[in-house]
DNA sequence: TATTGTTATACTCTATAACTATA
DNA sequence: TATAGTTATAGAGTATAACAATA
């Protein structure tokens, strides 16, 4: 891919870097809330119907089912996820995102378009719609990885 | 940018989970060594000529001083990285990557340019070439805002 | 006084393992 | 016996603040 193979060239590292600093400044305008990126990412995937039990936000996210039950209770905590037990199998939790989830996923993801904004202006319209479409792409494929073995 | 301005359909929000998602990925190639994402991003600073001393460090990976002394101790102990005080200021220290820190950037290197790879075969040749312009120039533009400022 | 680096300390995030309850 | 979730515990990673040395 890259024409540079040495580590900086690579587009894996830069993804990382990017990434890890971008989820930097995120934890910085969560911080007032006390939740994490990770909180944000997860009542992200229940909004996006990505998950509907706290078992499939472990696998999809690739943290721990004890991690899941802590960033549950803070966010249920905060009245931004409802969990209630599935009457069918009541070893289950059915999540759901309340209006106030609603409104804090709209929160961010203005704080995200903004970010948006900034990353066009550096790239210009042909590059950053590029970009764009790549990481969607990426991110859908990601996605049908995870939801794959588990109905 | 994103035709879509709700949280996870931004290139902000992508970048954040692919990223982290990588750093992850990193973090579990390095464990066996000991050493973290930031130890690799360090040495890689240091290689690329991007930074002469820990002040630098810090400012250019938004980390706090006392992170990049234990990152640098770390790095030293394994023979990755050397010390030694800049006779013409002696409260610098100027770093620079050994023989045996050039070998594991290489390593690395390999392991990034094989994701890379697996990145290219999801969007195919057109879309990952693009991918990697993109996240080159904002990784340029990264460091240059960062290395301004300081001489 | 300002800069560079260090130490001491404490806190946040996360995983592992053992456990409960349901199936 | 397997699955979903929980609790208890411990460890890793990091920042803050106080400090030392040099300029």
Redesign the pocket.
């Known amino acids: 891919m890259a024409t540079d193979s040495s580590l900086p060239g690579t587009a894996a590292f830069r993804l990382m870097v990017l990434g890890t600093d971008l989820a930097n400044d995120f ?1 910085a305008h969560l911080r007032e809330t ?1 939740l ?1 990126p ?1 909180h944000l990412g997860a009542l992200a995937m229940v909004e996006q119907g990505f998950t509907r ?4 936000i ?1 696998r999809l996210m ?12 803070q966010l249920e905590q905060r009245g931004l996820l409802e ?1 209630r037990r599935d009457p ?6 059915l999540l759901t995102v309340t209006g106030k989830g609603e409104s804090l996923l709209s929160e961010m993801g203005s704080l995200a378009a903004a970010v948006d904004a900034e990353l066009g202006a550096r790239l210009g319209g042909r590059l950053s719609g590029q970009l764009d479409e790549a990481l969607a792409q990426l991110m859908g494929k990601l996605m049908e990885d995870r939801s794959r073995k588990s109905p």
Chains 1, 2 share one sequence.
Not at 53 to 56: E, G, L
Not at 62 to 73: E, G, I
Not at 88 to 93: E, I
Request: hydrophobic share 30%; proline share 4%.
């Open positions: 934890a006390g994490t990770k039990t706290q078992d499939d472990a690739r943290v721990s089912p004890s991690l899941v039950v802590r960033l549950a209770d969990r069918a199998n009541r070893r289950k939790h």
